[in-house]
């Protein structure tokens, strides 16, 4: 079904940020178990930043130890695998997982961290942080390898932001300072390297043939969420991405007839161009997602553009 992230994103786009939020938040505290954010009014109220960007949004909910309540590693992995974004690894390379404030929020419930900051004069004592943290270290670790090995995350800084997937490269981590990731930093340097080594070198095609839904939906968000669902831009990045990074390319050619060829519910299909791509005008999905076939095949988006709008 379409993206629960990218239909929060729609409705914050559109000005309703708490209804936004809440989509959201309500997924999360579903999937956790648990409450996750505290909802904040600078953020919800337009008028005290109406230019904020859902993900930047997220960004700050998840930095903020009054706005975030639940582990941060359940979360990550969570809206990782909902939109593996760059600024999601950015987050994680910015983090400093030994914040006191942060301890005090999400686990100060727990009678032996009362204990604890007690004995310390509020502050957290390092070993028994890395203990609480094993749980967030490994479920970051996890997802992160999952992506690595599927080709949804590379190694490579130079590919550029058009390559369809995030990069993580082994000389960011090698850069993070030990006090502010403990025993993640060891963690990440042992695993991801053999995940980048055992992913197959023929991804593209593999998850264009496995996986042709979700494959169709990233390249939903990557040409036209993440720019505005500007058309005229993303004409001007496909063809960027046919001359630079051809096996996605025809990735996403190959995803796209797949889907098509392929016994499909036409509601699902308009909902995924009005949620995942973001045009809200479309009626007729199944037209849509042909009409883009075919202006990917000719590099011509002028048909498309004249489809957006009925």
């Known amino acids: 079904m379409p993206n629960v992230f990218f239909r929060a994103k729609l409705l914050w786009q559109a000005g309703e940020r708490e209804s936004g939020f809440l989509i959201l938040n309500d997924y999360l505290v579903k999937e956790i178990g648990q409450p996750v954010f505290v ?8 008028s005290l930043d109406y230019r904020m960007r859902f993900e930047n949004a997220v960004w700050v909910m998840l930095n903020d130890s009054e706005i975030l309540q639940a582990p941060f590693g359940q979360v990550f992995s969570i809206i990782w695998n909902l939109n593996p974004n760059q600024i999601w690894i950015l987050l994680l390379l910015n983090r400093n997982f030994y914040n ?4 005090w929020s999400v686990y100060g419930q727990n009678e032996d961290f009362v204990i604890k900051v ?10 028994w942080a890395t203990s609480l943290l094993k749980n967030d270290f490994e479920m970051i670790a996890d997802v992160l390898i999952a992506s690595a090995l599927k080709g949804i995350l590379g190694s490579n800084a130079s590919e550029g932001p058009n390559n369809g997937r995030a990069v993580l490269p082994v000389e960011d981590i090698q850069e993070v300072k030990e006090e502010n990731w403990g025993s993640l930093k060891a963690m990440l340097l042992e695993r991801l390297p053999k995940a980048y080594a055992d992913c197959p070198p023929n991804f593209w095609t593999q998850l264009a043939s496995n996986e042709p839904e979700e494959v169709v939906m990233r390249f939903l968000h990557d040409l036209f969420s993440e720019f505005g669902h500007s058309i005229a831009v993303a004409e001007t990045r496909w063809k960027v991405i046919v001359r630079d990074h051809g096996a996605y390319a025809n990735a996403v050619r190959t995803a796209l007839e797949n889907l098509l060829n392929r016994k499909y519910d036409p509601e699902w299909l308009r909902e995924i161009v009005h949620v995942d791509a973001g045009f809200t005008t479309v009626n007729d999905g199944a037209a849509w997602i042909k009409a883009l076939s075919m202006a990917l095949h000719q590099q011509d988006f002028s048909e498309l553009a004249d489809s957006c709008s009925g």
């Open 100 to 103: 006191d404030d942060y301890f």
């Open 118 to 127: 007690s004995e310390n004069d509020f502050e957290i004592e390092r070993e």
């Open 39 to 46: 909802a904040a009014r600078r953020l919800l109220d337009s």
